[in-house]
Every structure is written in C-alpha cells, then in structure tokens.
C-alpha cells in the first residue's frame, strides 16, 4: 500500500476467525474419513466432482459432509470455463427433483390436507440442487466461494439459458442468507484495514477512484461518508457501499463533490445528505435486493448522528438515457427542437456552451429526461431506467434533473453529461415505495411533472 497512513488501525473481530478455524480443523479431520477412490476419476474432473456432489447428498456425518463440501469446492476451483458450465448441466441433469416422489406427496395431500402432508410435499418438490448449495454451504469460506461460483453461472448462462432454473436456486437461497437481518452497516473510515480500502477502490462502479489521494479525499473530510453492508460468512469482502457528500445545498453537478480543491464543512453546518455513489461489489449477489435496506438505514444514522440534516438527496446517473433517446429519433417518435432538427447538429450544440442553439438543447434535454425517468416504459411495462428503478423503488422521489452535470466521456456517452436528484424524504419513503410497487406510481416534483408533461413526443408508444 502507498500510502502508510491508511489502515493502520486494524480491528478484526475474532468471532469469524476463529468460526472459519473450527471448520478447516473440522474439514482436516473428516478427509480421513473419506475415500477418495469413490469419485475421483483420472482425467475427468467434471466427472469426479459431481460424483463428489452425490456423495456429499447422501452424507450424514458432520465432519465427513464439511470435508467432502470443502473438497468438492477445491475439485471446481479447478475447472476451466467449459468444465465449470459442463458441471452446472450436469447439477441441472442429475440433481433434478424426485417426480415420482413428488407425485405421491401431493396425491397425499390431496386426500388428506394437513401442515405436515403439505411439509412432506414441500420436501418431496424441493430440487436436490438447492440441498446441494446448502451443503456446500458448510466448508470454510463456503458462503463466498457460492458467490465466485454464481458469477460463473451467470457467465454461462450467455450461451446457454437454461442454465436459468439452477440460476433460480441461487437466487432463492441468497435470498435467505443475505436478508436484512443477516447483514452489519458499517461506517468506513480512513483507518479501516488497507486490504478493504483497496478493495472500496477496485468496487467504485459510478465515479472510478484512481488513487489513494482521491480514496482520502472522499472518506477523512469531516463532510465526507461511506457506508458500507457487510455479511457475517463473508469476511472482510463488502457487499454493497454509498459514498455520501454533506453539503449546505442539494447539488446540481458532481464536480461541486469531487472537486480536489474545494472548501470543507463543518459537519455541524452541513442540512444536506448526498447519496453520490452506490457500488454492488459482489456480481453473484445480482439481484439479491441489498441498496434499499442500505439507503434506509444510512439515513437513519445520518439523522441521529448530524442534528441539522433535513435533506436527503441522490446525484445519480441515467445509465439508458442516451440509447432511448436516440432510439425515440430514429423511430420518428421525438420531436427534436427547431434549432437543432437532426442529432448531429444537436450533439454539437449541447457540448459547446458558446453555441447560439445551446439554451434550446438543454431545455430539450431536460423534458425529454423527465418524461424518460417519469413516463417511459420498456416492453414488459417497467420504468427503463435501472438507476430510477432503483430509487424509486426504495421510496425515494423524482426531484430536479440536472443538465451536464458530468461531463466525464462514460456520462456523456451514457447519459449526454445529464444527472438526477431523488429526495429522501424520510416521513414519505414507505408510503412511496408502496405507491411504487403496487400501483407503479411515481414521486416527482412540480418541476419534473410540468417538464414530463412538455416533452416534446410525437407519440408515447413505449
């Protein structure tokens, strides 16, 4: 590490530790009561793992059943691309359910409905894949190495979509073990551990890090917080983290937070909470629902830790803008302004302030990106935005759009420089999310809503 100062004070809790011990001395002792002749088969390792698989579903002893799910783990890591996906098929094939058993227990249930004929079915219909995770569960680092093992999966699943229903058990059991209560908020400062600070800098996914000077600039400020989620089985590994700015206003462009060289303010001053930054850190954890808890809980911190704090605000990107609104002009259902009536004139006037046709460009990119955020769908009638879906699905509300707000190439290419403030309103976010989820009505401003309103759409056919 560059930099000396930065993790000096490392604090590792024992607990995890010496758990994770128990279970490699555990796993140690059990591989003398495994014979290996039973599943290893020379030159075939797919072939020997998933007969390793089978052995640890009928396994009962504990010490032989965290031996065979640490050795089975170790016999995957070695795998290549093609062998991993060889191997999730063959889990798929050979770890189906029992039909025939699931047949008689609901034949059973049928005839005689009772919690413990309907707990007989839910066995009998459960796919021995699912049991299969959970024991793999068992060995030491097992949790993570399920997490690695999930991104493979969702790398294969590109060339090979049925890979979906053992995608499905991922999901469901993730579910379970990454829930809210299973999960530590923890506020990540300058002297957390070196290794951790490397990694919040290898998992920045919205405003890249690209030094220890710029990690130090966002986390010892006074005004500057990162939070991040944390899960028992998953030592020293984040989940999922916010980057939060404390400002005396609701900003209007990221360069006013990431400036080098700015003013600093006192925490004591500070009425306004940014939410600037979001990174899942974790690419298994893909669709597990980790952000909304997080935003929820780091509000409440904030408010009991800063007096002042009124407002709780996003700097957000709009990641599908630019491709929509592209789209919209090529399908003839945009019309584009006066000034500017094809894209290239209009890409040119928005990027040069001197333009005569600049104010016209602006305007028009600030009622089209309201009506995307507020009124565009996709085909399956979903806001398109996975960044608004986001928020708003958390309860938080459409407040201000902001026009150039960054003008770094990936922003420009993505978004034309455009970003989003969503408010945070703490007494509305439950009665929002719940507008949102069961009725798909959106929060906005009045702002956003007369914007939205004069977007200039030829047609709304998406």
Not at 43 to 60: A, F, I, Q, R
Not at 93 to 111: C, M, P, S, Y
Not at 361 to 367: L, W
């Amino acid at each position: 590490m560059n930099d000396m100062s930065a993790g000096k004070n490392i604090d590792k809790s024992p607990k995890g530790f010496l758990f994770s011990e128990l279970l490699t001395s555990i796993a140690e002792r059990g591989m003398s009561l495994i014979d290996t002749r039973r599943y290893r088969r020379e030159g075939d390792t797919v072939e020997s793992l998933l007969k390793l698989c089978g052995l640890l579903l009928t396994s009962k002893g504990e010490a032989s059943g965290i031996a065979m799910a640490r050795e089975a783990l170790a016999l995957y890591r070695k795998l290549d691309e093609a062998q991993k996906s060889a191997f999730f098929s063959g889990v798929l094939e050979r770890l189906e359910g029992d039909l025939d058993k699931a047949i008689t227990a609901a034949a059973n249930f049928v005839d005689a409905p009772s919690y413990t004929s309907l707990a007989v079915l839910n066995t009998a219909t459960r796919p021995r894949c699912s049991v299969l995770l959970e024991r793999l569960n068992q060995a030491p680092g097992g949790t993570l190495s399920l997490v690695r093992m999930r991104e493979d999966l969702l790398d294969a699943m590109a060339s090979d979509p049925g890979l979906a229903a053992l995608d499905w058990q991922f999901v469901k059991l993730f579910s379970a073990w990454f829930n809210r209560g299973f999960l530590e908020l923890r506020r990540i400062d300058w002297n957390a551990p070196a290794d951790l600070l490397e990694k919040i800098m290898r998992y920045e996914a919205v405003h890249r890090l690209d030094s220890w000077d710029e990690l130090r600039r966002r986390i010892l400020p006074e005004d500057r917080c990162l939070y991040g989620f944390f899960h028992p089985r998953l030592e020293g590994e984040p989940l999922i983290f916010v980057e939060v700015a404390l400002t005396d206003a609701v900003p209007e462009s990221i360069g006013t937070i990431l400036e080098r060289e700015r003013e600093e303010l006192s925490a004591d001053q500070a009425t306004t909470a940014v939410f600037y930054s979001i990174s899942n850190c974790q690419r298994g954890l893909r669709g597990i629902p980790l952000g909304s808890f997080l935003i929820k809980q780091v509000v409440t911190d904030l408010k009991s830790r800063f007096a002042r704090l009124k407002t709780f605000v996003t700097l957000s990107p709009l990641p599908a803008y630019a491709e929509w609104l592209k789209a919209r002009h090529e399908a003839g259902e945009l019309a584009m302004p006066a000034a500017c009536p094809d894209w290239d004139t209009f890409r040119a006037a928005l990027d040069d302030p001197a333009s005569d046709q600049n104010a016209e460009a602006r305007r028009f990119v600030e009622s089209t990106a309201a009506y995307f955020l507020s009124k565009a769908r996709n085909d399956s009638g979903r806001i398109v935005d996975p960044v608004a879906r986001f928020h708003l699905g958390n309860g938080a509300s459409l407040e201000r759009v902001n026009v150039l707000a960054d003008p770094s190439p990936e922003a420009k290419a993505n978004a034309l420089g455009t970003m989003v403030n969503y408010l945070y309103a703490f007494n509305r976010i439950e009665e929002n999310h719940e507008k949102f989820v069961n009725s798909g009505t959106i929060s906005t401003s009045q702002r956003i809503s007369r914007l939205a309103n004069a977007a200039p759409m030829v047609h709304d056919s998406r």
